[in-house]
């Protein structure tokens, strides 16, 4: 099969969307189709098999950034890209943000598959633009959701029926990763963008509750933004011990988990499904997670993590004290996280998505 994967934010910018859309193309590579994918490309893109459509624009959204390709006459580029591949099927993410999913999604010449990512709880924009984005729906042949997070929040301004389809993880990669040499002693681990919906100073809140009377324990920050001064008000031995190491591509994440004890998801909302809690249960890690709709349909709380109110420091300090002072607790979680993270392989889902490409095409 022809499959052209379309995303709407800047290639080589970090973000989930991309990952997804990023490993579903090698995934279904490596099943036999024959695939490209069409993106917004800040500076370049390594892969041969990415068609660069427009350049992005950093746009608020959703208490983010999203570094999208909103002129309209970019669909004349991704127009003249489908008809000289000659797709089989359009598989398109976020169709309805002003970009390059949503030119795809008008100017497809064979059936659309999209699939909706945002978990936004609620969105004015959205809200407005919802009348015609209902036009930009109809032309949708399946319509998928990573989560029901996800699927409530379009179907509310959209209507219709979503599969759900949750983000794929390549476990093996996490679970069989050798581990950094990040140093000596016990690890927490924070992943995401330092912006406001990932809840960063909360993680540096129930740090500093931790490591006051724990000599040994470290916090290893993974990203950058607006937030990353939030660790600049802890006392100087305790900022010592906060090691940032930037953004970092995914395919280099795996040996930073192994060499952490703790995964911190301290997110405030908006998140649809949590693709960094998967990937730190592949990693064997025990998971502490916010709790709110997305990361509620990955961690079940109690089972295969800890779920904590979000914004809440002493709170995601006393969870993470419970794990660290019960060994068989933190072994529990770290092995039903692993079992847990089996769910959501890309064996699973390239499936599934094969199944639902193969209607699409009637």
Excluded at 144 to 157: C, L, M, Q, Y
Excluded at 170 to 192: M, P
Excluded at 338 to 353: Q, T
Aim: net charge negative; aromatic share 6%.
């Amino acid at each position: 099969m022809r499959i052209a994967l379309v995303c709407p934010y800047a290639w080589d910018d970090p973000g989930g969307v991309q990952v997804h859309v990023r490993e579903l193309a090698l995934r279904l590579a490596d099943r036999g189709h024959h695939v490209i994918a069409l993106a917004p490309v800040r500076d370049r893109a390594d892969e041969r098999w990415v068609v660069p459509v427009g350049r992005p624009v950093d746009i608020p959204y959703n208490a983010s950034n999203a570094p999208i390709d909103p002129r309209p006459w970019s669909r004349r580029r991704v127009r003249a890209v489908l008809d000289s591949f000659g797709p089989d099927v359009v598989h398109v993410h976020e169709p309805l943000s002003p970009s390059t999913s949503m030119w795809a999604t008008l100017v497809s010449p064979v059936p659309v598959v999209a699939t909706f990512h945002s978990g936004a709880s609620r969105s004015k924009l959205f809200d407005l633009a919802a009348p015609a984005l209902r036009r930009v729906a109809r032309r949708l042949a399946v319509r998928i959701a990573v989560s029901e997070a996800a699927a409530s929040f379009a179907a509310d301004r959209i209507g219709g029926t979503f599969e759900i389809v949750p983000n794929g993880v390549d476990v093996a990669r996490f679970a069989d990763a050798v581990a950094a040499d990040l140093g000596s002693g016990t690890k927490l681990l924070f992943v995401g963008r330092l912006d406001e919906r990932k809840g960063f100073p909360t993680a540096v809140a129930a740090f500093e509750a931790l490591a006051s009377d724990r000599p040994e324990l470290g916090l290893v920050v993974v990203g950058d933004g607006p937030d990353r001064g939030a660790a600049d008000g802890l006392a100087p031995a305790l900022r010592e011990r906060v090691s940032f190491l930037g953004s970092v591509p995914n395919r280099d994440l795996p040996p930073i988990y192994a060499a952490c004890d703790l995964y911190l998801g301290a997110s405030v909302g908006g998140e649809s499904f949590g693709i960094v809690l998967v990937e730190a249960m592949a990693a064997g890690l025990p998971v502490i997670a916010s709790d709110i709709a997305g990361y509620d349909e990955v961690v079940r709380d109690g089972v295969d993590g800890l779920l904590v109110p979000a914004r809440d420091g002493a709170a995601l300090a006393a969870a993470a004290a419970r794990v660290l002072d019960d060994p068989a607790l933190a072994a529990r979680l770290g092995e039903a996280g692993r079992a847990r993270a089996g769910s959501f392989d890309w064996a699973i889902v390239a499936g599934r998505l094969e199944e639902l490409y193969a209607r699409a095409e009637g």
